[in-house]
T-cell receptor, first 112, second 115 residues
Framework: SQQGEEDPQALSIQEGENATMNCSYK?????LQWYRQNSGRGLVHLILIRSNEREKHSGRLRVTLDTSKKSSSLLITASRAADTASYFC????????????FGAGTQVVVTP | DAMVIQNPRYQVTQFGKPVTLSCSQTLNHNVMYWYQQKSSQAPKLLFH???????NEADTPDNFQSRRPNTSFCFLDIRSPGLGDAAMYLCATSRKRTSGGYEQYFGPGTRLTVT
């Protein structure tokens, strides 16, 4: 069964704008990860946030984690056309050693 | 560059004709995964290897088998493909990060078409 629920399902923005997407999950986690997938390609790891962390940054990416609400958000600042992709959150539960459960993804389109 | 390689990138097979997809890695990771991803859906884990230890997901059909002859290679065998098995198949690897937790490294995927 799917652990993560993501919203929105799709997001269309213009270059330079910020893109925010959210992920909610159901069970206790060890960490939560965000991946990007360009059309027809494999997934690329973006960022990992552990359950005892609240916020993490990587370049133009900012991830937050609220374990009390079982939710996470990914913010892409100053978006570029190259950011057009699907973004997936994935959770690693506390009772697994690394198995990930992926959400359904948010499809982001950035228009020039 | 260290990477995860999948061959072929596109595979067409006939209904019921066995097919094998391959994955190799130069990362020397001890864990390898196979995922099935249908259009606009999340990747669905089929099985994984922790070293030579095979772990099948409970809802993976018996039609799907896997082999890992050595650390570098892993194969996905579909014994009798049905139309519903048409999908992107993703191979991934991971190792334990020193800070705890695992990130996965994905290959580009093999898109399987069943005619």
């Amino acid at each position: 069964s799917q652990q993560g629920e993501e919203d929105p399902q799709a997001l269309s923005i213009q270059e330079g704008e910020n893109a925010t997407m959210n992920c909610s999950y159901k069970t206790s986690i060890n960490n939560l990860q965000w991946y990007r997938q360009n059309s027809g390609r494999g997934l690329v790891h973006l960022i990992l946030i552990r359950s005892n962390e609240r916020e993490k940054h990587s370049g133009r990416l900012r991830v937050t984690l609220d374990t009390s609400k079982k939710s996470s958000s990914l913010l892409i600042t100053a978006s570029r056309a190259a950011d057009t992709a699907s973004y997936f959150c994935a959770t690693a539960s506390t009772d697994s050693w690394g198995k990930l459960q992926f959400g359904a993804g948010t499809q982001v389109v950035v228009t020039p | 560059d260290a990477m995860v390689i999948q061959n072929p990138r596109y595979q067409v097979t006939q209904f019921g004709k066995p097919v094998t997809l391959s994955c190799s890695q130069t990362l020397n990771h001890n864990v390898m995964y196979w995922y099935q991803q249908k259009s606009s859906q999340a990747p669905k884990l089929l099985f994984h290897y922790y070293d030579k230890d095979f772990n099948n997901e409970a809802d993976t059909p018996d039609n799907f088998q896997s082999r890992r002859p050595n650390t570098s290679f892993c194969f996905l065998d579909i014994r009798s493909p049905g139309l519903g098995d048409a999908a992107m198949y993703l191979c991934a690897t991971s190792r334990k990060r020193t800070s705890g937790g695992y990130e996965q490294y994905f290959g580009p995927g093999t898109r399987l078409t069943v005619t």
